[in-house]
């Protein structure tokens, strides 16, 4: 490990003689902050390239310097990857300049885009062409395609179309010594030589700053269905998600587990959130159908409702008869975030498992935190994926600044269960610093050594992102 | 590069005194061939293990004394990667004792095997818990896991399910020190650090030796429908693929273009191989399709070729009206390469480039070889892949000896414009020894630094398949 150096006069007055003004922007706050308020960057100098040409003399710059390298999407990552750390003042790499949409290509159902484009608005592109860039998530309004791909984002259609790692074709990554390694590919089949691009896919920053990336497209499904099923059990979720794949394939869109205490929430805190079920069931699904024209999808989800009841994996449900209704049975999942939000978490976890060790965790959930203390729980997310969001929160009354001492045995006790069952406990959000010691305790020593192996390899200077993933020293 | 050992007398007493007689196999000549007979290894000694420990002593013996590791699947590859090189006599690996299948879990639609089960054998124990794996390849009834994710190998459904890469959840690999990296998560997130996993698939033996995988399985489709379509023009195929996925999406299972040369061959060789047209058209396809119950696969099929036939990309067409007729298309397009084997090929290129760049690399194919020689094209392959296999043929008469000298400068011509076109010269074959110089010449000087760092830092002392990918020195 070598020492890094901060940002100095010096270093600063380099960095002006070869980028333009423009590039330099004051640094804000926003650059050195996070959406949950867990990290604090050092001020250092914020830089906003507007070409991959200025990003590499940057770089370059800070390698020759040995000042640590922060790139910055969109802000809006929960684990604190986009900061820098307490270390020497960084170099703030922010994309927010290279936001260009330069190609789509409709039949080949592809689109190339700059590291700085916001998700929504690649989006939107894709809808214009008659396509779908299948990606969504909370922040899609915000979020920047170089962020979602350093750390391999998730969301509600991972379960049909994959996440970020698997809607990419190529990449342009500006490396740790600035050189530009261009694999910006629209080739779905090369095998010339070693995957760099799923080695960069989710290195969260720490093996260079992706600037540009080919994407994958896909038809719009001609029509779209959405239902709102109450299941006896986390179980039998499992096995109605089988039987409406047996039912319609990949037709299956999303399937979303939702725990009653999400519905309480809302109640609680945003009361005009309509509710499908008149007394919240303890698990629903929210279940959403893209299928070929000729079928329709109020007519298979009853087809699979009415086989579910059958089979006793589904006690209740309602179908979406317009779009409002699909848009209100959408509004319960993706409020529920907010709603935990307002009522202030002690602890949030996003774990996964192997789906079949889904019930057997939520079984045991409760019990690894009963001896710690006494706390509501709100458990839900992409159950097709065995990813959950398990939350844990104070009783009525009580605030999370009440059990602050607790969190960490809190954090301990959810995390040793994932990893007991098999589990992930850095499933879609990334590791960031957030979990930096987690994957220390979780990952296998091989697995370790591998990544320290290849982070030395390709960035011997330890400038990129230090601190992140792997402990910086 | 540190110099290589040869398997010496006192190598192989130290193998003998660490694994069971059982794990040694007589050096057939099988483990020192391959399919085409470009390449011959030098007999070393030759180990069946019969688990991932014993593997693992295997290797670190090999670490210890220098000694070059070359894996073996089911011998089936088509670039010599199976092959020792012609460097010191090596310890050639063969996976053909593990071939169990550990564990499926049918609602997780995953399965667990060891690397040397047969791909044929995986596909039938998907079939047994009403699944699919859809890998599907001319090599399926000989073709090992380890080899296929070794690889990254494609085949006739990728356009649908994607490429090994795609079809994999999780690897056991033991490292070229001997070290077990276990990697077999069951799960579909997880973003704890670097992807290690997609680093060893399509390495081909040079990083590690894969000895365990979870793959993915997918529902089976509820109906099938199959047509054989003529096209006017490659173009048109494009086109005719983007219209049948606006209508029915991934249902699209298999999209191939085949060239009126092909049905040539099959009657001048394969005579008993029944045509789906009377007179054979320039372009015609082969799809399928795989759809959810409630559509009429052959009614889709035939409102698919309506519409096509009003826009003028489809000139003729016939749907299968049974099993029969749908393994006799099928037939056709899987003969084609049995057929081109008989004919004898001066030149075989398994290509792929940008879809868009299908039609000029068509157009302008036959022009890079007319200052050559006078030669017969078999052009066939995945359109929807951007994926071709690009033979070359000796005029009626004459034989491929004939043309022995104009073979690199066939070869140059197609890698230069499919180099120029932005597409790879190692589409879904991979690289091994065949293709090792064109590595040099075609990819990214940034690629090849970053492939040399990453194959230093894993496997600093060059054992592990030297000479495939990159060169032994």
């Known amino acids: 490990m070598t020492d890094l150096s901060p940002v100095t006069p010096d270093f600063e007055a380099s960095l002006r003689a070869a980028l333009p003004d423009a590039a330099f922007k004051s640094p804000e706050p926003k650059y050195f902050e996070e959406p949950r308020g867990r990290f604090q960057g050092a001020a250092g100098v914020v830089l906003a390239p507007a070409s991959t040409t ?46 260009r949409i330069r190609n789509t290509w409709p039949r080949e ?36 395609i170089g962020g979602l791909l350093a750390t391999n984002a998730g969301g509600v259609n991972v379960l049909r179309y994959g996440n970020m790692r698997d809607l990419c074709l190529g990449l342009e990554v500006v490396l740790p010594n600035g050189d530009i390694w261009n694999g910006l590919t629209r080739l779905r089949k090369d095998n010339l030589g070693y995957d760099l691009r799923n080695l960069m896919i989710g290195s969260e920053g720490t093996l260079g700053v992706i600037t540009a990336a080919t994407l994958k497209l896909s038809p719009i499904p001609a029509t779209r269905g959405t239902a709102m099923i109450a299941v006896p059990s986390p179980d039998a979720a499992l096995d109605l998600l089988a039987l409406a794949r047996n039912h319609v394939g990949d037709g299956v869109v999303a399937f979303e587990l939702i725990h009653e205490q999400g519905y309480h929430f809302l109640s609680e805190t945003l009361p005009d959130v309509r509710h499908p079920f008149e007394t919240p069931p303890e698990w629903s699904v929210l279940i959403e159908l893209g299928l070929p024209s000729g079928l329709d999808p109020a007519q298979v989800l009853m087809e699979i409702f009415e086989a579910a009841a059958e089979a006793h994996i589904a006690t209740d449900g309602t179908i979406a ?13 993706e ?36 001896e710690i203390g006494n706390f509501r729980i ?43 069952l098999g589990g992930s406990v850095a499933a879609e959000h990334g590791v960031g610093r957030l979990k930096v010691e987690d994957v220390q305790a979780y990952a296998d020593p091989t697995h370790l050594a591998l990544m320290r192996q290849i982070k030395d390899a390709l960035d011997p200077k330890g400038i990129m992102n230090p601190g992140v993933i792997l402990p910086a020293s």
């Open 54 to 99: 200025e990003v590499a003399a940057a770089v370059r710059l800070a390698h020759e310097a040995g000042v640590p390298v922060v790139p910055y999407g969109g802000g809006t990552g929960l684990v604190g990857g986009q900061i820098a750390g307490e270390g020497p003042a960084a170099l703030v790499l922010s994309l927010e300049r290279m936001t």
């Open 109 to 144: 159902n592809l689109i190339e885009v700059e590291a700085g484009a916001i998700l929504a608005d690649v989006q939107a592109k894709a809808k214009e062409v008659d396509r779908l860039f299948p990606l969504s998530l909370a922040s899609e309004g915000s979020a920047r």
């Open 321 to 333: 008869q317009s779009e409002t209704q699909r848009a209100e049975f959408w509004a319960v999942r």
């Open 335 to 370: 409020k529920i975030p907010e709603a935990n939000r307002r009522i202030g978490s002690v602890s949030s976890h996003d774990i996964s498992v192997p789906m079949e060790a889904i019930p057997e965790f939520i079984e045991r959930g409760p019990g690894v935190l009963t």
């Open 378 to 420: 709100n458990c839900f997310g992409h159950v097709g994926d065995g990813n959950l969001h398990y939350n844990v929160f104070p009783q009525p009354g009580r605030s999370r600044a009440d059990h602050d001492n607790e969190r960490p045995a809190i954090k301990r006790a959810i995390h040793d269960l994932t990893h007991e």
